[in-house]
């Protein structure tokens, strides 16, 4: 749970949209300047065209299962150098080069996010089977301690979604359920997810069609009707995470234009918003 008496919004960054490094910049500009209007925030961030590029470097096939990328123990040290080491590290040097004071953190760091691995289920030949996605990991528990530490003393955490067990064995977690996670636990006023859509579309190609604001009670008929899909279902799963925990309400935003940021926070009519 927060105890920053400020307002305090976690903003889930990640895919295509980091590649651009001018838009990166543009982004974290807007941001950051909500430090300016007496916001704390955090940021949470994945890294899935870097992890490509250094296990295509390393020539590590990368395969996926149901949109889970499996991670043996030989992948799991090229994800980590990738999100911790490049992704992370330039986050922090952005925000640091536009004047403001962040730490770059993955779940590892002073037990922040304790997981354990992964039990994934696929459907094989009609019958559901467990199948090993090896060093593929969970939430169990969020510990916020440091992040309150951090708040208080006017830091912006920048959190990569890496966890460990508690033996300090590492995971490589889906970056929207550890958002999710890391969201509702800390008791954020928001939780905004920034993806390369307006938000939730009824008819997915028509950009009129936005679904403004939704409850939870709601999901599960737009999930019945396909509205939810694709790469929108884990996004719509980790803002139920955060409500369920404790966030106060999410929203699912356009970040491909820096602009709606400020839209969505002043609750002008920009992304999806999801209430209790």
Not at 156 to 162: A, D, F, G, Q, Y
Not at 195 to 207: A, I
Not at 267 to 272: F, H, I, K, V, Y
């Given at each position: 749970?927060?105890?920053?008496?400020?307002?305090?919004i976690?903003?889930?960054?990640?895919?295509?949209?980091?590649?651009?490094?001018?838009?990166?910049?543009e982004?974290?500009?807007?941001?950051?300047?909500?430090?300016?209007?007496?916001?704390?925030?955090?940021?949470?961030?994945?890294?899935?065209?870097?992890?490509?590029?250094?296990?295509k470097?390393?020539?590590?096939?990368?395969?996926?299962?149901?949109?889970?990328?499996?991670?043996?123990?030989?992948?799991?040290?090229?994800?980590?150098?990738?999100?911790?080491?490049?992704?992370n590290?330039?986050l922090?040097?952005?925000?640091?080069?536009?004047?403001?004071?962040?730490?770059?953190?993955?779940?590892?760091d002073?037990?922040?996010v304790?997981?354990?691995?992964?039990?994934?289920?696929?459907?094989?030949?009609?019958?559901?089977?467990?199948?090993?996605?090896?060093?593929?990991?969970d939430?169990?528990?969020?510990?916020?301690?440091?992040?309150?530490?951090?708040?208080?003393?006017?830091y912006?955490?920048?959190?990569?979604?890496?966890g460990?067990?508690?033996?300090?064995?590492?995971?490589?977690?889906?970056?929207?359920?550890?958002?999710?996670h890391?969201?509702?636990?800390?008791?954020?006023?928001q939780?905004?997810?920034l993806?390369?859509?307006?938000?939730?579309?009824?008819?997915?190609?028509?950009?009129s069609?936005?679904i403004?604001?939704?409850?939870?009670s709601?999901?599960e008929?737009?999930?019945?009707?396909?509205i939810?899909?694709?790469?929108?279902?884990p996004k719509?799963?980790?803002?139920?995470?955060?409500?369920?925990?404790g966030?106060?309400?999410?929203?699912?935003?356009?970040?491909?234009?820096?602009?709606?940021?400020?839209?969505?926070?002043?609750?002008?009519?920009?992304?999806?918003?999801?209430t209790?």
């Open positions: 749970m927060k105890n920053s008496d400020k307002p305090v976690l903003f889930k960054y990640g895919g295509n949209a980091m590649v651009d490094e001018a838009l990166k910049t982004v974290l500009r807007h941001i950051c300047a909500l430090k300016e209007r007496n916001y704390d925030v955090v940021i949470v961030h994945g890294g899935g065209p870097f992890i490509k590029q250094a296990l470097e390393a020539k590590i096939e990368s395969e996926f299962i149901d949109g889970h990328r499996k991670t043996t123990p030989e992948a799991f040290e090229y994800v980590e150098m990738a999100l911790k080491g490049k992704v590290g330039s922090v040097s952005l925000i640091s080069g536009l004047g403001y004071k962040a730490v770059g953190l993955s779940g590892k002073g037990r922040m304790i997981a354990s691995k992964r039990a994934h289920l696929t459907i094989i030949d009609g019958e559901p089977t467990e199948v090993d996605l090896g060093q593929v990991g939430v169990d528990y969020v510990d916020t301690t440091l992040l309150n530490v951090l708040l208080k003393n006017d912006i955490p920048v959190i990569t979604c890496l460990a067990d508690k033996s300090g064995h590492g995971f490589n977690i889906n970056g929207d359920m550890f958002a999710g890391i969201a509702g636990t800390l008791g954020v006023d939780y905004v997810v993806t390369d859509v307006d938000g939730l579309l009824r008819e997915k190609d028509d950009p069609s936005l403004a604001e939704i409850s939870l709601e999901i008929a737009l999930r019945e009707e396909n939810i899909q694709g790469g929108m279902i719509i799963e980790s803002c139920q995470i955060a409500i369920s925990l966030a106060d309400l999410a929203r699912i935003v356009n970040g491909t234009l820096p602009g709606q940021i400020y839209a969505a926070i002043d609750n002008n009519a920009s992304g999806t918003t999801i209790k």
